[in-house]
Each structure stands twice: as C-alpha cells, then as structure tokens.
C-alpha cells in the first residue's frame, strides 16, 4: 500500500513499540492515578498521526475515537481490580450514572459539529487545567465536607461526560480531582472513576463509529473514527498493566509520580497549543 511504502521497516517498528509503550503507560495510570489512560493515549495518537500525514481535518477525531474505544476493555478491569479492594462506589455510580451519560450524548453530537482545530484546543486547555491542579493544589484542600444535592450532584456527572467525550478520556482526569474537592476518599475517587470510563467510553465509541463513516481524510485501517491498528496494539498493553495500576495505588505514595505526571500533561498541553498556531 501506498501508506506503508513511505516508511522503512525500522520505523514501522518504532511505531509499534510506541503504541505498545503508550498501552503500557495508559495502563498504569489509568489505574494508579485514576486519570484515564485517554489522557495519554489521545496526545500520543496525535503527534503519531502527524508524523504519519494524517489529514488536519480528522487526526484529532481519530486520536479521540480510537482512545475512547481502548478505553472500554482498560475501564473494565481497572474497576474490577478497584471493586474487589472495595473501592468501588457503586451508589455514586448508580447516581450520576444517567448523568453521565446524558453528558456523552451531548459530546457526541458536538463533536460532529467542531472541526480538529477545536477539540485539539478543548484538549489542551483542559490538560493544562489538570496539570495545574495535580502540580499545585495542597494536599487536603476541599471546597466542602461532602459532595452537593441533587441536581447539582448530576450536573458534575453531566459536565464530566461532555467534557470527556470531547477529549477522548475516560472520566477519571476530571472525575478524581473534583470528587477529592468534596472531600470524597482519594481510593474510592480513583476505583469509582474507573467504572465511570465505561458509562463514557460505550456511548462515546460508538459516537466516534458513526460520525466518521465515509470521512475521505481518515487514515488506513481506521473504522468510522476508531483506528484498528491503534487498538490491536494500545489495548492489550492498558488491559495488562491496569490491574498492575491499581495495585501500585495500594501499595506506594503517589505524589512523586502525580508531579511528574503534571509536567507531562504540561508539556502536552503546550505542544498541542503550538500546533495551533
């Protein structure tokens, strides 16, 4: 095919042991740090499809739509790793569970209306947010004792899934830092996110499926906006190493990796604005 006569042998390689480092590294921190593996998986996907010449006009959707698909089989046994240390909320769960959704559908549809140019832009900025918050909000820090009433408890949810849908993630990049604002358990945030990446990543995928059937810029062995060869390889890293994740969590002070985590998210965010212009 014309797609792989441009590269040599090695640097096919060295894209495959990208993809299968990016699973790797999704894994883990979707399941240490219950920040999702999209948050890695979408910038990674993006800068590879750069390199590769992907159309500017889908390279952004098919960096979301392939991170959101991943996310499914990553969200199922990072949570059943979490639930079986019991840290798993399923009443919270069962409470913004329709929230949530409610918030992909509207990602959903927005994202079939925003070019690339402005989900890489939500992307960035709200990676910076995040970067942000991980680097220098204090330890111990809460704007009240517990999470809000209801409708403003579903309105959280809502937010999280739009937001997420949007950027490829599966929820837990927002979800952990704004349930610990409420003073919620910092465990049961990260195993409670978890699950919320699968009522994200369903709906979002196929979203991505449908919106991208017939786009002409899409590259090779990409299905509506899911690419397959992106998925074979990212996804039986993240399945693998996220039980591994949530095990870590358990076991060791997480501050340090936060930190470093932060840089990357800072680093990221900047890239992806200087793309921009």
Not at 77 to 106: C, E, Q, Y
Request: proline share 5%; hydrophobic share 55%.
């Amino acid at each position: 095919m014309e797609f792989l006569d441009q590269y040599s042998i090695a640097w096919l390689v060295g894209l495959v042991a990208a993809l299968l480092a990016t699973g790797v590294i999704a894994g883990v921190m979707a399941g240490l740090l219950g920040v999702g593996g999209g948050i890695v998986i979408v910038p990674v996907l993006y800068h590879l499809f750069t390199l590769l010449g992907v159309d500017e006009s889908v390279k952004m959707h098919v960096a979301v739509g392939t991170s959101l698909a991943t996310i499914i089989p990553t969200s199922i046994m990072s949570a059943r790793a979490h639930a079986a240390k019991g840290n798993l909320d399923f009443s919270l769960l069962k409470t913004l569970g329709p929230a949530l959704v409610i918030g992909v559908l509207i990602g959903t549809w927005m994202s079939g209306y925003l070019d690339g140019t402005a989900l890489t832009a939500i992307f960035a900025a709200v990676a910076l947010l995040v970067a942000a918050n991980m680097a220098f909000r204090p330890q111990g820090v809460t704007l009240a004792e517990s999470l809000p009433p209801t409708p403003f408890k579903q309105l959280i949810g809502t937010v999280i899934g739009g937001f997420s849908t949007l950027m490829g993630i599966g929820g837990g990049t927002l979800t952990v830092p704004i349930l610990t604002l409420f003073n919620y358990p910092i465990h049961k945030a990260v195993g409670t996110a978890a699950a919320i990446g699968l009522f994200i990543s369903v709906p979002g995928a196929i979203g991505s499926l449908m919106h991208g059937m017939g786009d002409p810029g899409r590259p090779p062995f990409t299905v509506g906006y899911v690419n397959l060869i992106g998925f074979i390889l990212i996804v039986p890293m993240t399945m693998l190493m996220a039980p591994v994740g949530a095990r870590l969590a358990h076991a060791i002070n997480a501050t340090r990796l936060r930190q470093a985590f932060a840089v990357f998210l800072f680093l990221t965010s900047l890239r992806m604005f200087y793309g921009l212009l």
